[in-house]
């Protein structure tokens, strides 16, 4: 699928000590245009137990709008249930 490209793109991934559901809330608020489609944010655990999260916004065509990435030791308990629910993987439409 379209948003399986996100774990493969180079983003400057940003160290926070723990990610929250809020911090993402904002950053799509910010980073959403007229054309969006939707807002993919992905989870990946690293060897040494951090997780990377990357989040993309995608227009109408698919493509990639823009992305960032963070690192971090922990996610904050809502973000956690959110990737459990959705395995890993949160698609919001917009």
């Known amino acids: 699928m379209f948003w399986s490209i996100l774990l493969g793109i180079a983003v400057t991934l940003l160290w926070i000590a723990c990610l929250t559901w809020k911090i993402l809330e904002n950053w799509t608020t910010e980073n959403v245009i007229n054309d969006s489609s939707c807002i993919a944010i992905i989870k990946e655990r ?48 917009v």
Request: proline fraction near 0%; hydrophobic fraction near 35%.
């Open 46 to 93: 690293l060897a040494n137990g951090d997780y990377k999260v990357v989040a993309g916004v995608f227009d109408q065509r698919e493509e990639l709008q823009t992305a960032s990435g963070w690192k971090t030791e922990e996610l904050e308990n809502e973000l956690e249930e959110e990737f459990r629910n959705n395995n890993d993987l949160i698609v919001i439409d």
